[in-house]
């Protein structure tokens, strides 16, 4: 599988950005499908993930409910909405893609696939 991430930019303290991930190789809708972030300095984490059907999701504490993963399993498509950005959330952002059922969180081994990260620049 193929993961090309994009969306990521400059935006302010309160704002919003939706990044997308398109994936393609295999049938996408046998993946679940996931976020990473790494800031500068620091060791990437896991934001959140969605099975593959997009009823379940998973998300890090630190969202705190400002990010919605979702899916369309006909584009080939994963999408990150972010909204209420903190500087804080300022990071690159990794998609991934996993070919076991999701049950949980994700470590930063256990996805079978990576994009190449987007950055995300959130100013105060």
């Known amino acids: 599988v193929q993961l090309q991430a994009s969306g990521g930019g400059l935006v302010q303290a309160g704002g919003f950005l939706r990044l997308s991930c398109a994936a393609s190789?295999?049938?996408?809708?046998?993946?679940?499908m996931g976020w990473f972030r790494q800031a500068p300095g620091k060791e990437r984490e896991f934001v959140g993930n969605i099975n593959w059907s997009g009823g379940s999701t998973y998300y890090a504490d630190f969202v705190e409910g400002r990010f919605t993963i979702s899916r369309d399993n006909a584009k080939n498509m994963v999408f990150l909405q972010m909204n209420t950005l903190k500087p804080e959330d300022t990071a690159v952002y990794y998609c991934?893609?996993?070919?076991?059922?999701?049950?949980?969180?994700?470590?930063?081994?256990?996805?079978?696939?990576w994009g190449q990260g987007t950055l995300v620049t959130v100013s105060s």
């Open positions: 190789g295999r049938p996408f809708s046998s993946y679940a």
């Open positions: 991934a893609a996993d070919s076991i059922p999701l049950s949980g969180h994700w470590v930063v081994a256990g996805p079978d696939y």
